[in-house]
């Protein structure tokens, strides 16, 4: 096996044990915690499910900036995979997922300020308590619409990525097309959602398939090799 081939096999590995665990990591923080915690038409009781669930609160904030770290090594590890076939388009992928993580980064530390405002003794003189509890919901919006505005770049990035697994020989071509439509499934949501405020419909909810497929061809590929 060449040296360039051995590396990509390495990358694939790390790609899929990386987008592994942000699977498992994502959905516990944002679909089992936020969801079960966070009601966005009442402050109040958004802020009392927070402190009667601190622990599981912080544990989301932790998992979600481990899933940040992630995503750099995967913007890293998909690049080495694609290089050899197109190497300006594996940096440009990976350039836009950098740019995501980053964003998306930003956005998680809003809920640590919400937690902070809630449960940190400075602001617990001089506040009252509705005024904290509507700042702490402001805070948790603030990391929705970040995500939503991140998604964005996501998106992109999935339809570059789509692209190279299309055209390369290392991946089955059903596979390149449905990451570009997962891709157009967060550009949709996104845009959808700054252009017209009730927009409700989440259609990367349905076209996210070939994001979990890539995991698996990752793990082949780091397996089996790719061909000379």
């Given amino acids: 096996m060449l040296p360039e081939q051995a590396s990509q096999q390495k990358a694939a590995k790390v790609?899929?044990?990386?987008?592994?665990?942000?699977?498992?990591?994502?959905?516990?923080?944002?679909l089992f915690v936020f969801q079960s915690l966070v009601v966005y038409d009442n402050a109040a009781e958004t802020a009392l499910n927070i402190m009667d669930s601190q622990g599981l609160f912080r544990a989301a904030i932790v998992s979600l900036v481990i899933v940040v770290i992630l995503d750099v090594i995967v913007a890293w590890s998909l690049y080495i995979v694609f290089e050899p076939f197109h190497r300006n388009l594996s940096l440009l992928a990976a350039s836009f997922r950098i740019v995501y993580a980053t964003m998306f980064g930003v956005a998680v530390f809003q809920n640590y300020n919400a937690l902070k405002i809630l449960s940190d003794a400075e602001y617990l003189v001089g506040w009252e308590l509705t005024e904290r509890y509507n700042q702490a919901m402001l805070y948790i919006n603030a990391f929705n619409n970040g995500w939503n505005i991140s998604l964005i770049i996501f998106g992109i990035h999935l339809l570059i990525l789509g692209y190279l697994v299309f055209k390369s020989l290392y991946f089955p071509k059903f596979l390149g097309g449905l990451i570009i439509i997962a891709g157009l499934g967060y550009l949709i949501d996104s845009f959808a959602l700054i252009l017209f405020g009730s927009y409700s419909f989440e259609l990367s909810v349905y076209t996210f398939i070939g994001e979990l497929l890539l995991i698996i061809w990752l793990f082949i590929r780091g397996r089996n090799g790719f061909p000379s």
Wanted: proline share 6%; glycine share 12%; no cysteine.
């Fill in 15 to 30: 790609a899929g044990i990386s987008l592994l665990i942000m699977a498992i990591l994502g959905p516990f923080a944002y």
